[in-house]
């Protein structure tokens, strides 16, 4: 399982790098199969570095802020308006039972029909997994201002070098603050993506929102994460900041997310892998 970041910067764009987006890839056999974790203002144009927008086979939506799901719109266009035609299935996008109805609203459409002619929409059940290819998703509810919020844990079956096969697990905060749900979808696993967009001592009084580098540590280590990987820093945060909190309360393996690179779901943060970047197609 691999996991590209596409775009991580927290709140809104970045000079160097879109909002949250990410594209994780598993095998199943037969074929390469991709889902996209949010879908950010400014990820689009992005993810075409790395695939054709016709291989995405699920776009998994965690909460209904524009960091994080307002290119469903861009995505809407290629899919409703290609003068080549779209030639696939509708894609599937699993979210808040709010999303088709906003995604139509932020475009101008009338929720009757919306998107739906593009887009096959589901509805997350809290602590309910769904198969998606080799992934098994199961969403979390976790504490953040939007209507419905929730951490993701993406599960794949993995052949490993000797023929053996082994569970490969990813845990993907969305945004929010210190709570069992977040802990419940990073416990034990191999990469626990999680947001710290707050710094202490600057909004650390701010309960509800979103963690600090701390409280990113902290949720690792009571869950058992294996690595860390810090992400959604807004543009005014300094990484090593994120990176020295994180510290005082997580001891394993720790990284920041870095838009344009890829990272071996079950494999160490090596600096080589730090600096490998995906190619583009």
């Known amino acids: 399982m691999k996991l590209t970041i596409v775009g991580c910067s927290g709140s809104f764009p970045g000079p160097a790098s879109p909002a949250s987006c990410y594209l994780v890839t598993a095998d199943d056999g037969e074929r390469t199969w991709r889902i996209l974790l949010d879908l950010g203002n400014g990820s689009l144009g992005t993810l075409q570095r790395y695939m054709d927008l016709r291989d995405i086979d699920a776009v998994l939506i965690t909460h209904l802020h524009p960091d994080h799901f307002m290119d469903l719109c861009g995505l809407h266009v290629a899919v409703h308006w290609d003068p080549n035609g779209w030639n696939r299935d509708r894609v599937k996008v699993f979210g808040p039972s709010a999303t088709a ?106 309960a509800g929102v979103h963690l600090t580098g701390k409280r990113a540590g902290a949720a690792a280590t009571a869950a058992g994460a294996r690595r860390l990987l810090l992400t959604h820093l807004p543009v005014w945060n300094d990484v090593s900041t994120a990176v020295r909190e994180a510290r005082e309360t997580y001891e394993g393996d720790l990284a920041v997310a870095v838009a344009g690179v890829s990272y071996d779901v079950g494999t160490a943060f090596t600096p080589p892998l730090a600096a490998e970047r995906t190619q583009p197609l």
């Open 101 to 206: 109805d906003r995604i139509a609203v932020a475009y101008g459409l009338d929720p009757d029909p919306g998107m739906h002619e593009d887009f096959e929409f589901h509805t997350w059940t809290a602590g309910a997994p769904v198969q998606i290819g080799p992934f098994t998703v199961t969403p979390y509810p976790v504490s953040h201002p939007a209507e419905e919020a929730y951490a993701l844990r993406v599960e794949a079956s993995v052949a490993t070098e000797d023929g053996t096969e082994v569970i490969r697990s990813l845990a993907y905060s969305g945004d929010t603050d210190s709570c069992p749900g977040l802990e419940e979808a990073a416990r034990f696993s191999d990469v626990f993506l999680c947001e710290a967009a707050f710094q202490e001592g600057r909004d650390d009084a701010i």
